[in-house]
């Protein structure tokens, strides 16, 4: 029954791509997207730059930031933090696009920052929240192996960990690749001036030029984020993967 009803599901999807398919190039829609296909390369190229360089910065900031927060120590001004970094995220990205721009000027540089700002609080929070939810009992049993808190965390914490962690990374690349058009606004660059100036110049064909390429990278970037979490995380805290 299951397997008939799975069967039934693609014959619909398929039957649903290819009617599209006929509409599509009926109507001129795939001659049209294509005319700006040396423009959609070369903008696709700055967009993943825009993303691979504020979500690099994003994580090279967030993941270090939440196991600090997840110490002892740190719990306590926890929240305030995080709240200072939901900022980023209340804020419109717009809002920190403009502000960005007021400080560094216009260019890739401001888009890059502003896009990091607003990519950080998932990525803390989830490694924070992954980190406190590690058992007791499992860093009490590596304390009494006589391993460093240095040892614990490395060993222990962060393993038990990362596969929350990287929920809260694949969270945050994707919302930052749907997010990289509006730098087009400062001089950023991206799919972004594609979409903006198809919606100024009412051309839907170089609107979904920008539009299309936008949301297959968002799908790409999550797919390739959730790959790697299969794999990377350890199989014996990876729900995914206790069962194969």
Known sequence: MVKSKRVLFW??????????GVVSQSSGLIDDFFYYWE????LSVQHMQLSAMSGSAAILLAVPLGIWLSRP?????????MQVL???????????LALSMSVLGIGSTPAVFALCI???????????????????????????????????LLRVEIPNALY???AGIRTALTINVGTVPLAFLIGGGGLGELIFTGIDLDEMPMLLAGAIPTSLLAV?????????????????????????
Do not use: W
Request: aromatic share 6%; proline share 7%; charged share 10%.
């Open 11 to 20: 014959l619909v999807a398929m039957l649903g791509m290819f009617s599209l």
């Open 39 to 42: 423009d959609i390369a070369y």
């Open 73 to 81: 120590a740190c719990q306590r001004i926890a929240e305030p933090v």
């Open 86 to 96: 939901n900022i980023g995220t209340t804020v419109p990205t717009l809002a920190i």
């Open 118 to 152: 607003a990519t950080l609080l998932p990525i803390v929070r989830n490694t924070y929240v992954g980190l406190l939810a590690v058992p007791e009992h499992l860093k009490e049993a590596a304390n009494g192996m006589g391993m460093t808190p240095g040892q614990i």
């Open 164 to 166: 929350v962690i990287f």
């Open 220 to 244: 790409m970037v999550d797919i390739s984020v959730g790959v790697l979490a299969f794999f990377i995380v350890p199989k014996g805290v990876n729900p995914l993967r206790m069962n194969t």
